[in-house]
């Protein structure tokens, strides 16, 4: 789950870490109010969304004076905001941050975050503060400085001078920064983060360590461990679609492609997509329906894709081990009964009672597409959605 800059920032004051002050309003004739509140020659109004690149954008204004900080509000407030990761659809605006100016003196970049291949957390920093990660990455990798955190021991005050130094910091600025990095160390792992990013964390032109700016993502599997993260859920930054579907607690990601996904189990989902795109066609979704597939999981699976008008076709890909494909027929059958499938489907059935399954569809009356084989339904249904293309 992804949340706003500023209630990222509220997270990092918890854990007595320094930031701007800030004030979000969500009208533009509040923020006479913040200019006043704040107290600041200069602040800067920073649109609320999730995605990064706000800057470039147009949504991060600065300021100088309260009719100046008015106007900016007006203008950031309501807008539709287009940066690289919002896609050429955006997003609205529909709060913003206005904070205390800074006097920055240098940039730098801190990062946490989940290393796969070590299976352990990995701290980043970098002296190229501001800039994209991805591209310092590509460009200079040098430059970004790691380290890894042991889980049972914790970011040590060694590990993290390390970091510091490498920063080319020196004397009290190195004790700021260890205690700006342990204390991140202990928001990632406190709050069950799945990423930290303090892009710039920034010294200021007197030598103080501040984070200007904080994304915070956590881990959804440990949400039942943070009752109070669901307050600050925004779902106006979230895919219809994928509300809809944690409602009816199934696993669904929406892509761009023409071919609608309806599997069972996680990474036969991921085999599935890859498949599709071998075959020809682009995966539309993600959705796993689960081990426990029911006629109701199965309504509601085919209402989410038929709502993606992109979905061209859909393919119904099972393997029955815990739940029996006699059984994924009925659903479908029953389920057919219940919503307009107005798409070709092809559907493969693999494991327990597989003949049974594909039998009870064959003579169900139904007008789809029954495979032989996991690359027979996947030659199928690309052809099927690509159709619709001539």
Known sequence: MKIHEYQAKQILRKYNLNVPKGIVIEKAEESDGAWDALGSAVVVVKAQIHAGGRGKGGGVKLAKSKAETLEHAKAILGMNLVTHQTGPEGKKVFKVLIEEGTDIAKEYYIGITLDRAQGKPV???????GMEIETVAKNTPEKIIKETIEPTLGLQRWQAARLAYALGLSGDEVKQTVKMLTGLWQVYNGEDCSLIEINPLVKTASG????????????????????D?????????????????????LNYVRLDGNVGCMVNGAGLAMATMDIIKYAGAEPANFLDVGGGANVETVTNGFKLLLSDPNVKAIFVNIFGGIVRCDRIA????????????????VVRLEGTNAKEGRELLAQSGLTLTVAESFLDGAKKVAELANESKR
């Not at 701290?123 to 503060?129: N, P």
């Not at 219809?240 to 009816?248: C, D, G, I, N």
């Not at 009925?330 to 489907?345: R, S, Y």
């Open 229 to 249: 993260h669901t307050e600050l859920r925004d779902l106006t930054e979230e895919d219809p679609l994928e509300v809809e579907a944690s409602e009816h607690n």
């Open 208 to 227: 103080e360590i501040k984070a200007l700016d904080c994304k915070i993502n956590f881990d959804d599997n440990a949400a039942y461990r943070h009752p």
């Open 330 to 345: 009925n659903g479908i059958i029953e389920a057919a009964k219940l919503v307009d499938i107005h798409v070709p489907v």
């Open 123 to 129: 701290m980043m920093v970098s002296t190229e503060g």
